[in-house]
């Protein structure tokens, strides 16, 4: 293991930056840098490099890493706004990433499950592909049984961004993309840029803005899975997660909301004090696979930013602590998984191997007028953050 100094700058000398190094625990072998991103091995200094990824769509895709002084890295590149690799510490010294990524571009082309991914126009389903608005009944692709599913065939997750890094204090990426009017059936030109930024105290805060020329729905969130044990080997069935919400939206066979908000008490959707996830997931309703695959009704106050929820894994020590301004949280516990996609190293991601937590307004919101409104009209600033901060309990 390589210990460096570190110059960042604002000249400040670093020591102590952790690479990748597997120390013989069951949840921390030197193959779990497989869960995302062997690269971790590298060693860079503090700030943001850009390095070639190849090309798709006859654009450059670019990776970039940002790296804090303490050493923590997250891996994004502008194909899809996606995050391929987060590498943080863990409580034995050992550090690997805690989202399931890949090394290469090529391994992203093919239709995956928005593995880190930006999700957009719109996240989460839209029943049956349809809406109205303004009177106008607009059709979109239904690309997961008969409903739409995050943005379309070719979503904001499978665009090449225009990417600005930024080598500030606190490293940070801001892509651009522009979706034209009629993409995937969404009405208006909605100019997008979504930022990430590393900060010091390992928090990757994203921040997501929008304006359009026509009024659309524009729900815009990021499509992380999170294994905070680092290997893919485990599932995520042994985590603790806390959600701060004392309702949720109760869905019909193809996981669209009923349009009730639901109690969760005395359910196993009540994560208002911590649970462990495999501890009720076997009864949780709903159809084949099972699993969790909601959103919650966050309890605070949408557009200040709280912290809404919290997952902790005993053997890495790490926790993951989601703070945002959205009103809702899909918890998906990774049902369909099924191994038949493999780690850059070959390791199944089997069901259950990772889970997201995704920050957004509620499923099916355009056909929901009791749910918080998606419309963004021309004139409208779209502006919502989240924020992901790793924290390590010894
Ligand atoms: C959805 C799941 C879906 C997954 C991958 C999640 O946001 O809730 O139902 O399988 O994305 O597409």
Same mark, same amino acid.
């Given at each position: 293991?390589?210990?460096?100094?570190?110059?960042?700058?604002? =000249?400040?000398?670093? /020591? +102590?930056?952790?690479?990748?190094?597997?120390? +013989?625990?069951?949840?921390?072998?030197?193959?779990? %840098?497989?869960?995302?991103?062997?690269?971790?091995?590298?060693?860079?200094? /503090?700030?943001?490099?850009?390095?070639? &990824?190849?090309?798709?769509?006859?654009?450059?895709?670019?990776?970039?890493?940002?790296?804090? %002084?303490?050493?923590?890295?997250?891996?994004?590149?502008?194909?899809?706004?996606?995050?391929?690799?987060?590498?943080?510490?863990?409580?034995?010294? @050992?550090?690997?990433? *805690?989202?399931? =990524?890949?090394?290469?571009?090529?391994?992203?082309?093919?239709?995956?499950?928005?593995?880190?991914?930006?999700?957009?126009?719109?996240?989460?389903?839209?029943?049956?592909?349809?809406?109205?608005?303004?009177?106008?009944?607009?059709?979109? @692709? !239904?690309?997961?049984?008969?409903? /739409?599913?995050?943005?379309?065939?070719?979503?904001?997750?499978?665009?090449? &961004?225009?990417? @600005?890094?930024?080598?500030?204090?606190?490293?940070?990426?801001?892509?651009?993309?522009?979706?034209?009017?009629?993409?995937?059936?969404?009405?208006?030109?909605?100019?997008?840029?979504?930022?990430?930024?590393?900060?010091?105290?390992?928090?990757?805060?994203?921040?997501?803005? /929008?304006?359009?020329?026509?009024?659309?729905?524009?729900?815009?969130?990021?499509?992380?899975?999170?294994?905070?044990?680092?290997?893919?080997?485990? !599932? *995520?069935?042994?985590? !603790?997660?806390?959600?701060?919400? #004392?309702?949720?939206?109760?869905?019909?066979?193809?996981?669209?909301?009923?349009?009730?908000?639901?109690?969760?008490?005395?359910?196993?959707?009540?994560?208002?004090?911590?649970?462990?996830?495999?501890?009720?997931?076997?009864?949780?309703?709903?159809?084949?696979?099972?699993?969790? #695959?909601?959103? &919650?009704?966050?309890?605070?106050?949408?557009?200040?930013?709280? %912290?809404?929820?919290?997952?902790?894994?005993?053997?890495? =020590?790490? %926790?993951?602590?989601?703070?945002?301004?959205?009103?809702?949280?899909?918890?998906?516990?990774?049902?369909?998984?099924?191994?038949?996609?493999? !780690?850059?190293?070959?390791?199944?991601?089997?069901?259950?191997? @990772?889970?997201?937590?995704?920050?957004?307004?509620?499923?099916?919101?355009?056909?929901?007028?009791?749910?918080?409104?998606? *419309?963004?009209?021309?004139?409208?600033?779209?502006?919502?953050?989240?924020?992901?901060?790793?924290?390590?309990?010894?």
């Amino acid at each position: 293991m390589k210990k460096i100094v570190v110059n960042s700058a604002l =000249g400040i000398l670093m /020591a +102590g930056v952790f690479t990748s190094c597997g120390n +013989g625990n069951n949840n921390e072998s030197s193959d779990s %840098k497989e869960a995302s991103d062997s690269s971790a091995t590298k060693v860079s200094t /503090a700030g943001i490099q850009q390095s070639d &990824w190849g090309e798709t769509d006859g654009k450059k895709v670019f990776l970039y890493t940002l790296t804090n %002084k303490k050493g923590v890295q997250v891996k994004i590149t502008n194909y899809g706004g996606t995050v391929t690799s987060f590498v943080t510490p863990t409580k034995s010294g @050992a550090s690997t990433s *805690i989202v399931v =990524g890949f090394e290469d571009l090529s391994a992203y082309l093919p239709r995956l499950p928005y593995f880190g991914a930006t999700v957009g126009r719109y996240g989460n389903r839209i029943a049956k592909g349809k809406f109205t608005l303004d009177g106008k009944t607009y059709k979109l @692709a !239904t690309n997961n049984g008969p409903n /739409a599913l995050h943005g379309g065939l070719k979503g904001f997750d499978k665009v090449v &961004w225009d990417a @600005a890094p930024l080598d500030n204090a606190n490293p940070s990426l801001t892509l651009h993309y522009v979706s034209k009017d009629g993409e995937e059936g969404y009405p208006g030109n909605l100019k997008v840029s979504v930022s990430f930024t590393l900060s010091d105290d390992d928090e990757l805060t994203i921040d997501y803005n /929008a304006e359009t020329d026509k009024a659309t729905p524009v729900n815009l969130t990021n499509h992380s899975y999170w294994n905070l044990t680092g290997d893919l080997k485990n !599932t *995520i069935l042994n985590h !603790t997660l806390k959600i701060d919400a #004392d309702k949720y939206t109760p869905v019909d066979t193809t996981l669209i909301p009923t349009g009730e908000l639901a109690p969760v008490k005395g359910t196993p959707f009540d994560f208002t004090e911590p649970h462990v996830i495999g501890e009720r997931i076997s009864s949780v309703p709903g159809a084949a696979p099972g699993g969790y #695959d909601h959103n &919650w009704v966050l309890n605070h106050k949408m557009g200040t930013m709280d %912290k809404v929820a919290e997952l902790s894994e005993p053997t890495t =020590g790490r %926790k993951l602590e989601v703070y945002t301004t959205e009103p809702g949280l899909q918890f998906y516990s990774g049902n369909f998984l099924d191994g038949t996609i493999k !780690t850059s190293l070959g390791t199944p991601i089997q069901k259950h191997a @990772a889970l997201c937590l995704e920050t957004q307004h509620f499923p099916d919101s355009p056909n929901r007028p009791n749910f918080p409104s998606t *419309i963004l009209k021309p004139g409208e600033k779209y502006h919502t953050t989240t924020k992901y901060k790793v924290t390590l309990e010894k």
